[in-house]
């Protein structure tokens, strides 16, 4: 059992704290400005908290543990849930926090021949050779670029029955998007298109190092759309997801995020999946911290997890 997390391990306590509480509110989540830390990334002091965390791995034999010490992987918040191969190899989506086009969440691949070491994890610019080398380009290549600057987030990807590499996200990009955009309750879906017969890649199936490397060298990602939600909402009513429970009680979530899949083998992210589970919140607030601090009334929000069977 592999997880994948963020997290600023080390380093002074002034350069780990971060402070999500404000005049009238404290709602836990991180802002501009509730880091005080400040990293200089493309020239730029940032203090996000994507530029003052790091993702990290620790494996267990079970959800129970012992948890191994993590293991740095990668710098930001990446959101990465890959899929891991039969070879050791992993195939991920990263998210990043692009400074160089319009700001919002950006996805770019990685690939690595050993999941366990980070010294294989490479990002992905312009592709893959058949041997596994990056070819040279300065900034990293977007998975969907079509998806304007608020984009997508918290990529889930899963093997189907079929083989068929597949990835689930936090849509925020649509109608409105300018207001709030990561508060949107919609989510999307991408599939790995594979072209065998791809000669630009440079090589035969079995000249890849990895199965991760060749899903990286011969395939394009394809974004189908939106699965879930309202993508045309615009004010924050029109965003809020109803859930409808067994009981027939009934409740509307301000936020759905971090989608992930539930297979009958429960620590695979493979074959066809029976449920799928979102971290959410509720409540009269809109999701935002901005907005709940205008009236203490709105100061009843929760998170939790909901769980939904899948009709398939």
């Given amino acids: 059992l592999a997880m994948f997390f963020t997290a600023r391990i080390g380093g002074g306590e002034s350069e780990r704290r971060c402070y999500c509480c404000r005049k009238h509110r404290c709602d836990g989540s991180t802002e501009q400005g509730d880091c005080p830390f400040k990293r200089v990334v493309d020239g730029v002091a940032m203090d996000e908290v994507e530029h003052n965390s790091y993702t990290y791995i620790s494996e267990a034999p079970g959800p129970y543990g012992p948890w191994s010490e993590p293991v740095k992987v990668a710098s930001g918040d990446c959101n990465m849930s890959p899929i891991i191969f039969e070879d050791g190899s992993l195939l991920a989506l990263e998210r990043h926090w692009a400074l160089h086009v319009s700001y919002g969440s950006h996805l770019s ?30 900034r990293r290549s977007e998975a969907f670029p079509a998806q304007g600057s608020a984009g997508v987030e918290d990529p889930f990807l899963y093997r189907d029955s079929q083989g068929v590499v597949h990835a689930i996200f936090h849509h925020m990009w649509g109608s409105g998007s300018w207001n709030r955009w990561w508060s949107r309750t919609t989510g999307g879906h991408a599939y790995l298109r594979v072209d065998e017969d791809n000669k630009s890649a440079g090589g035969e199936a079995g000249d890849f190092p ?21 993508e045309t909402a615009v004010t924050p009513d029109e965003r809020r997801f109803k859930v409808e429970y067994e009981d027939g009680s009934t409740e509307h979530m301000t936020r759905l995020e971090r989608p992930h899949l539930v297979f009958s083998e429960a620590w695979l992210h493979d074959g066809d999946p029976s449920h799928i589970a979102f ?3 509720s409540g009269r607030g809109y999701g935002s911290t901005v907005e709940s601090s205008l009236s ?9 997890t909901v769980i939904f069977p899948l009709k398939v």
């Fill in 109 to 138: 691949m990685i690939v690595a021949t050993d999941w366990r070491d980070p010294k294989t994890y490479t990002k992905i610019g312009g592709g893959l050779s058949a041997k596994g080398e990056r070819t040279k380009q300065k």
């Fill in 210 to 230: 990895s199965e991760a490397h060749r899903l990286a060298s011969l395939g394009e990602w394809v974004y189908t759309g939106v699965s879930w939600g309202n």
């Fill in 279 to 281: 971290s959410a919140q």
């Fill in 296 to 304: 203490l009334e709105w100061f009843d929000d929760k998170s939790h």
